[in-house]
């Protein structure tokens, strides 16, 4: 499985971005969305069941995030609002196999991330 991510950018705080992750095989049971700041360790941030009626969010982030799929597409994105300067981080995005789990390794292909980056 090939994931891809894009979106990524810089914004003020307070500010907006969509990120974009594309699978390069239609079916998948979960997609995740990590983080992982400079010095810290891969943060898990919301994740998708295949059907897209599931989805789960860290509590960070919970409120202010949205994720949401295009099934045609293979694509899931992950809306962000209220950025703040905490989020800055690069995102990746994951398959996964056990819905619920907030755990990396139970993640297997990874993309290639791309940077938020986030001003006060």
């Known amino acids: 499985v090939q994931l891809v991510e894009s979106g990524g950018g810089s914004v003020q705080a307070g500010g907006s971005l969509r990120l974009s992750c594309t699978a390069s095989?239609?079916?998948?049971?979960?997609l995740g969305w990590f983080r992982q700041a400079p010095g810290k360790e891969r943060e898990f941030v919301a994740a998708?069941?295949?059907?897209?009626?599931?989805?789960y969010y860290s509590d960070s982030v919970k409120g202010r995030f949205t994720m949401s799929r295009d099934i045609a597409r293979n694509t899931v994105y992950l809306q962000m609002n209220g950025l703040k300067p905490e989020d800055a981080a690069v995102y990746y995005c994951?398959?996964?196999?056990?819905?619920?789990?907030?755990?990396?390794?139970?993640?297997?292909?990874w993309g290639q991330g791309t940077q938020v980056t986030v001003s006060s």
């Open positions: 998708i069941h295949r059907t897209g009626s599931h989805k």
């Open positions: 994951a398959t996964g196999a056990r819905y619920g789990s907030r755990n990396a390794a139970d993640f297997g292909s």
């Open positions: 095989v239609r079916i998948f049971s979960i």
